[in-house]
């Protein structure tokens, strides 16, 4: 290879000349590395979050002009910038300067929670602004399309962005700014003057907002645009340590190299090689860039259609193509019109950016959705190489295997022909996917059918599926048997018989779900078919009968941007204007999150000799270890040492509550991603191949076993078992109407917390001192580990927390594991060392959401009374206890949720599998334990053939004092209030009858509603957690410097802390701070968790200012003319003390399991919410239309941080009823452990009207200020859409005149929904197993 180019690229305006740029390094990790530019942010290094997007601009030369575009930068190799402009977070605007008014936009209207998303965010809205300054609100849908968030619900960010929309009517919104407030049309109030005057909806005030100025937008690099114009054809060479790239200029260069090298991959966008060397450790040593040839990037439209250059981006296409549906005649456009179908849900926007037409063909890969359209389409491929020419029809000849294609080795894809659709030709493509948006499909179609002109005849057919098999398939023996036929009943009944024999779904396919799959492939075809009816009628040429209620079939789900109303009690008129409690105040470092100055933990510039740590894990379930042999990879270069059990200077055990669990697996493994040693290295990426060295000899040891049926069977649980009861329910039972047995299985959740686990550990050098700078939510646990692990008093290990980005109950103890860990290996080299998961390992490691069966026997009466209960939850805890017991109490706790059921009898019990620990989630267990005995509601509405709603009404608690099932008194009026509240603003009733008019005119869709109440227990059953701390100093110039016990993981903890001081102290919040949560500076804190942080902290914080203010008050009274800072340095000058601390004894709350009785909770919380949704019976998609809460946060303590609660702890429950499935081989091994298998919600998951209220005059005499814990409770909510989504496929099968009680697991994903909603093409594909092939996942 000839000697190395200079890379010469432009980030934020300033040049970087690199003259030895590595091939292998993606711009994420230089731009946060080399150039310390942290904005950038690691979600999944595969292109699934959008975290890490920024702008990327270059000169166009066909275009003469600038363009603009996202891109995901942890896909980006830096070598293939040449030449472009990049713009991060931090060239956007910045606090120190000024801000953008995106930046500002998403910070004020509340769209910044954890704020690790909001970087991204905020690239996605700026490079949108940059290219169309007064966008539509489609417009911005699509472009957050490609950005997750887990902790906003995203209704906020919206928010902020849609103030910056056009006037156009389209744009669905009002003018720039929407009026103070954020108020626009589409947030009309429904609110009528005889409502209370005291309510408010304006959430944040728009009125001082920064103006749109492109003036303050960093210009393109005028030198770049000269060497581009100058650009003459130089090769780029660039040589890495491991890979070598060459970028040709020319053509024939090219396909030389391709000639000399056939082996060495061709890249363009690295959207599917990327992924594959990144993190799949594919090693190429050669990769040859395609992406400066000229004639691979052009596109051409002709007569009959256009040339699309292989190296067109996806985003070039789509533009292209919807340009051309609009200005050419309708009946040539078909073909396209069905191309865009599939490219508006295809991959995010940073992907479509980036990825290729020619990429995305000849990866070969069946769940990639262009192949399937294009091949219906007829298109031709013309491919080059140094032989010549030639053209090559994309058929599924083209398609060998998988990954592989027909093409020469040294052949190269030069454009793609898609030709438009002639007169009589029809078609359509069709995807499904786990979410709507921004997923891989599980089947894709593409269908074409030329109709003889005139008549009603089949003159050729195309269908070609993807998904179905390890490559394209086209049912063969169908096209050709339906050719000559008339388009009618028979010859749909004839392709559903050949589809059935032509199409082969494995059920080993990968990925499973092989019924649903080929359910889709006849359902598809079924669609196809009404759609052409639908057509020839039009042309008279058919008389086939197409019922009016099968029409809406053929309407695809239309992703929405969310709206909805949010509606808080405004704070009485005589509270001063100065105090700011109980006002919407922004997140306190919301600005910081959104200029990317916000550090988290991985943000930190390294220590000098910083090293870095990557697990090794085990990759059996149930093993003895009989060696490990690290030799090999301590011979890697930039290895320093491998550390395992042995290295551990103190204990090698986590210690919890008694429970004992390794750091180190020492001489067993119990299960497939446990921790067995790990790797230390000079850098992260060499520590992490050096783990692929690491040889684990095991002897594998019976038994194994990883569901909850299996544990039961070997009778495999973790004490103690509990067990709860009232009344007498044997009894109850005996004397009920009715008895129904059945049982809810739940599957679990992967917290999904954008910023993953990890820490850096500083070993101090002296006295054994070590600070660990670390994402937790429990600091005082993790000190106390790291100590035992090294032996060293707690007293020299400071854990110093920032923020997290996100938590969810994630990091509270695996991340103290970790922590040790680390602290050992920085112990054993005496140096930094830094830990930070990687997504994969991040989900395989930590545990998440338990699995819950619930197994009932219920009694109840004809009016749906229930008089008798008795459930048994299993729990799948995996192989260590961790906190599964005192989440199964949660359970148990809450079986009673809203209801007086007088016997109620409920058991916990923890199943031991071969799993990775299960661990604590956001709601601890109540979500489970709520929504078994919502099923119960709900089955037992269904029996008596009375609305759900009914039947909750009746059993409801209702009196002034009520007890729970285990004895604690509580008063349910404010949930009764909540309830009714929530059924009246949600319309409930009218909108039952309209949802059962649209479901008798619509056969193929269905509509469900459903409400849910809610009582949640806040506050630790363990009484001693309920405690907080506190330190306050005030300093001489009159500042105040909090810090408390809690973590600031988005929840807003910190704000409102700094509201409460604010009010004790009567200072401005801006003279308040807070830098860190530190075990230095408050010992012994209990963790963020259970909906407590602020009840306990915020009490302690008031508790250490009113000791000050004691301290201050003669001051104040002997010189009240005097300012705050006076008084503080006459404080000084009178030996005062300016610093306390505060504590908080919260009430003994604990449970008598031995009784089943106690006061287990501090208080309850109170909620109710209503959903609606729309199934697509024929391919299981559903869509949320409209979800009301009504959330009782007693008084308020900052509503836009509460209501900003409600929404995304509902959202984050809609994805756990919804599409987030995890998925287990029969080995144990979690198979989903990124965001291209596993998807939470994105922004079209969200219900496209979202309204939140919250009770208004409502008191909480237990906590600070009267208000409520709220992180927890509203997860729980999104029950109401899988209840809602049962209503539907009850309507659709009582249709079919089938059983209306059917089961139905949580998530009910599409596969579910589909399979559940039994018709003629459900039967089709059933295919009876033999009991001999293991399915490809398991239920756990
Ligand atoms: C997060 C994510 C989500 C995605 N979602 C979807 C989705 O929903 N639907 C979908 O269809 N796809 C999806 N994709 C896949 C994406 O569309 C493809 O990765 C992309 O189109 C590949 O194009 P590329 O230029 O990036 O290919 P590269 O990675 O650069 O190359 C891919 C392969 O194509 C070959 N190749 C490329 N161009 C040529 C050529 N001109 N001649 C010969 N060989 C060539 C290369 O040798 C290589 O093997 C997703 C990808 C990611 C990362
Ligand atoms: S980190 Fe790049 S998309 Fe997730
Ligand atoms: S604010 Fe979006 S991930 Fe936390």
């Given amino acids: 290879m000839t000697s190395t180019s ?100 998403i910070a004020k209207a509340h769209g910044s929670q954890c704020g690790f998303c909001t970087p991204g965010m905020v690239m996605s809205m700026y490079t949108l602004l940059r290219n169309k300054p007064q966008p539509t609100m489609e417009d911005i849908r699509e472009a957050l399309g490609g950005n997750l968030c887990r902790c906003t619900g995203y209704r906020p960010i919206i928010d902020g962005f849609k103030t910056f929309c056009g006037s156009e009517p389209s744009s669905g919104c009002c003018q720039n700014g929407g009026g103070s407030g954020g108020k626009c049309c589409t947030n009309s109030s429904k609110m009528n003057d005889s409502e209370e005057r005291d309510i408010s909806q304006e959430l944040f005030s728009l009125d001082h907002v920064l103006p749109l100025d492109p003036s303050q937008d960093l210009i393109f690099p005028p030198e770049l645009m000269i060497m581009e114009k100058k650009l003459i054809g130089d090769a780029l060479y660039f040589q890495g340590e491991r890979v070598n790239l060459v970028a040709p200029f020319e053509l024939s260069h090219l396909l030389e190299l391709k000639a000399k090298h056939p082996a060495a991959p061709l890249i363009v966008g690295y959207t599917t090689i990327g992924p594959k060397m990144l993190l799949k450790g594919v090693h190429h040593p050669l990769v040859i860039y395609a992406g400066r040839i000229s004639e691979l990037s052009t596109l ?155 008549s009603d005849i089949v003159e050729s057919l195309n269908i070609y599926y993807g998904g179905v098999g390890s490559t394209l398939v086209k049912p063969g023996r169908t096209c050709q048997q339906l050719v000559g036929r008339s388009w009618g009943e028979d010859l749909l009944s004839e392709a559903c018989r050949f589809l059935k024999e032509d199409v082969d779904v494995s059920p080993m ?66 509270q001063p204007s100065a ?53 090999a990879a301590l011979k890697m270069p930039g290895v320093v040492t491998f550390v395992s059990a042995g290295d551990v200077p103190g204990t090698n055990r986590r210690l919890w509550f008694n429970n004992p669990e390794e750091l180190f697996a020492e001489e067993e493994v119990l299960c497939v991603g446990q921790i067995i040693g790990a790797v230390v290295a000079e850098s992260r990426e060499q520590a992490r191949r050096a783990t692929e060295k690491v040889q684990v000899t095991y002897q594998d040891l019976q038994p194994v076993f990883f569901t909850i049926e299996d544990a039961i069977k070997h009778e495999s649980y973790f004490e103690p078992k509990r067990k709860v009861e009232r009344g007498d329910v044997d009894e109850a039972l005996k004397n009920a109407e009715h008895i129904l047995e059945d049982e809810l299985y739940m599957g679990g959740q992967e917290h999904f917390y954008m910023e993953t686990q990890g820490l850096i550990a500083v070993p101090r050098g002296e006295n054994e ?168 509601l709900h089955e037992v509405a269904v029996r008596c053939g009375l609305p759900p709603e009914q039947v909750r009404d009746i059993n409801m608690y209702r009196e002034e004092e009520c007890y729970t099932h285990y004895k604690q008194p509580f008063c349910p009026t404010d949930m009764v209030r909540c309830w009714d509240e929530c059924l009246e603003k949600a319309d409930y009733r009218d909108r039952l009858r309209a949802v059962r008019l649209f479901n008798s005119s619509n056969r193929w869709k269905k509509r469900g509603i459903a409400a849910v109440p809610q009582k949640f227990g806040v506050g630790f059953s363990k009484g001693f957690y309920n405690q907080g701390a506190a330190l306050v100093n005030i300093y001489k110039d009159g500042s105040v410097l909090v810090t408390h016990g809690g973590t600031e993981m988005g929840q807003g903890i910190n704000t409102k802390v700094i509201q409460i001081a604010s009010r004790v102290l009567e200072v401005p919040m801006s003279s308040i701070f807070i830098k860190e949560t530190s075990t230095g500076n408050v010992p012994n804190a209990a963790p963020s968790a259970a909906s407590f942080g602020t ?133 144990g091994v979690l198979m989903t452990r990124g965001p291209s298998q596993y998807k939470v919600p994105a922004l079209s998951d969200v219900p496209a009207e979202l309204n939140v209220h919250l009770l208004a005059n409502a008191e909480n005499p ?41 089961p139905l697991s949580s998530p009910a994903t599409a596969e579910r929904i589909r399979m559940a909603c039994q018709d003629q093409f459900t039967q089709m594909a059933s295919s009876p197993t033999d009991g001999t092939s293991p399915p490809w996942c398991i239920d756990v």
């Avoid at 052409?532 to 009628?537: D, G, N, T």
């Avoid at 199964?888 to 071969?914: E, F, Q, S, W």
């Avoid at 600070?1264 to 099968?1293: D, H, M, N, Q, W």
């Fill in 1262 to 1302: 237990h906590a600070i200020y009267l208000s409520k814990g709220i992180g927890e409770p509203p997860v729980f909510f999104g029950s109401t859409v899988f209840f809602a989504i049962k209503a539907a496929i009850a309507a659709a099968r009582r249709e079919r005149g089938l059983g209306e009680t059917f």
């Fill in 300 to 454: 051409t439209w002709e007569k009959n259609g256009v040339t699309v250059g292989a190296a067109c981006s996806l985003s070039t296409l789509k533009e292209e193509v919807e340009r051309a549906v609009v200005e050419m005649e309708e009946e040539k456009t078909r073909g396209y019109r069905a191309l865009l179908q599939t490219l508006r849900c295809l991959a995010g926007k940073q992907i479509r950016n980036m990825a290729t037409i020619g990429g995305n063909l000849l990866s070969a890969n069946p769940k990639y959705d262009l192949s399937s359209v294009l091949a219906a389409l007829d298109c031709t491929l013309h491919v080059i190489s140094k032989d010549g020419m030639r053209n090559v029809p994309l058929n599924e000849k083209l398609f060998t295997d998988f990954g592989k294609t027909a093409l020469r080795p040294d052949e190269v894809l030069l454009s793609v022909d898609i030709p438009s659709t002639k007169p009589w030709e029809f078609v359509a493509a069709y995807r499904q996917a786990q979410r709507r948006e921004f997923a891989f499909s599980f089947v894709n179609a593409g269908i074409k059918v030329a109709i003889r002109e005139g």
């Fill in 769 to 936: 001192e070590m600070d660990l700078y670390v994402a937790t939510q429990h600091g005082a646990f993790t000190q106390e580990l790291v100590g035992m692990a090294l032996g060293i008093d707690s007293n020299k290990i400071t854990c110093h927390v920032k923020r997290l980005g996100g938590g969810f109950g994630g990091k509270v103890m695996k991340i103290a594991s970790l922590s040790a860990i680390t602290a050992v290996a920085a112990h054993k080299t005496g140096r930094a060392v830094r830990c930070c998961l990687e997504r994969g390992d991040d989900m395989l490691i930590t545990g998440g959401r338990h699995p819950f069966l619930g197994k009932y026997k219920v009694g109840y009466n004809d009016d749906g009374t229930i008089v008798a209960a008795d459930i048994t939850y299993y729990s799948n805890g995996g192989c260590t206890l961790d906190e599964s017991a005192f989440i199964m109490d949660k359970a148990i706790l809450h079986m009673d949720n809203g209801y007086k059921i007088p016997n109620l009898r409920g058991h916990g019990v923890v199943c031991k599998t071969y799993l990775p620990s299960y661990t604590a989630f956001r709601g601890f267990g109540g979500p489970q334990g709520l929504t078994v005995i919502e099923s119960v």
């Fill in 6 to 105: 200079e890379l010469i690229f432009f980030v934020n305006g300033k040049k970087v000349v690199e003259k030895n740029a590595d091939p292998e390094e993606v711009l994420l990790s230089f731009l946060r590395r080399k150039v310390g530019l942290t904005g950038t942010k690691y979600g999944c290094g595969g292109g699934g979050c959008g975290a890490c997007t920024v702008m990327v601009s270059r000169y166009d030369r066909n275009q003469e002009r600038v363009v603009h575009y996202t891109v995901n930068t942890c896909l980006q190799p830096i070598v293939t910038l040449h030449g472009a402009a990049v713009v991060t977070v931090e060239g956007v605007g910045s606090t120190k300067t000024k801000l953008h008014p995106v930046q500002e936009r």
């Fill in 509 to 574: 396919i990968h990925g499973g779900k092989a019924e649903y799959r080929k359910t889709l492939t006849i359902s598809f075809f079924f669609k196809f078919y009404m759609q052409v009816v639908l057509e020839m009628r039009d042309r008279d040429v058919s008389d086939v009968d197409l019922p009016l209620e099968y029409l809406s079939a053929l309407k695809p789900f239309k992703n929405e941007v969310p709206q909805g109303q949010q509606s808080f009690q405004l704070v009485s008129k005589a």
């Fill in 1095 to 1227: 009840d306990a902290v915020g009490m302690a914080v008031k508790d250490a200012c009113e000791k000050l203010m004691r301290r201050l008050q003669p001051l104040m009274e002997r010189n009240p003319q005097n300012t705050w800072k006076q008084w503080v340095n006459e404080a000084f000058f009178q030996k005062i003390s300016l610093s306390a601390t505060g504590f908080f004894m919260g009430p003994p709350t604990d449970v008598d399991w031995e009784k089943g009785e106690g006061h287990a909770y501090y208080y309850f919380s109170y909620g109710a919410c209503c959903s609606e949704v729309e199934i697509d019976c024929l391919t299981g998609d559903h869509k949320n239309i409209r979800t009301d809460i009504v959330m009782d946060v007693g008084k308020s303590i900052n509503p836009a941080l509460d209501i900003g609660q409600v929404e995304g702890g509902f959202v984050q429950g809609v994805g756990l009823y919804t599409i987030e499935e995890l998925q287990f081989s029969t080995d």
């Fill in 579 to 631: 105090d700011p409690v109980g006002r919407p105040s922004m997140h306190q470092s919301a600005f910081q999150q959104a200029t990317g100055e916000a550090k988290y933990y991985d943000d930190l510039p390294s220590v000098q000799g910083e090293l870095f740590i990557v697990m090794v894990t085990s990759t059996r379930a149930h093993a003895k270890i009989i060696n490990i042999e690290a030799s």
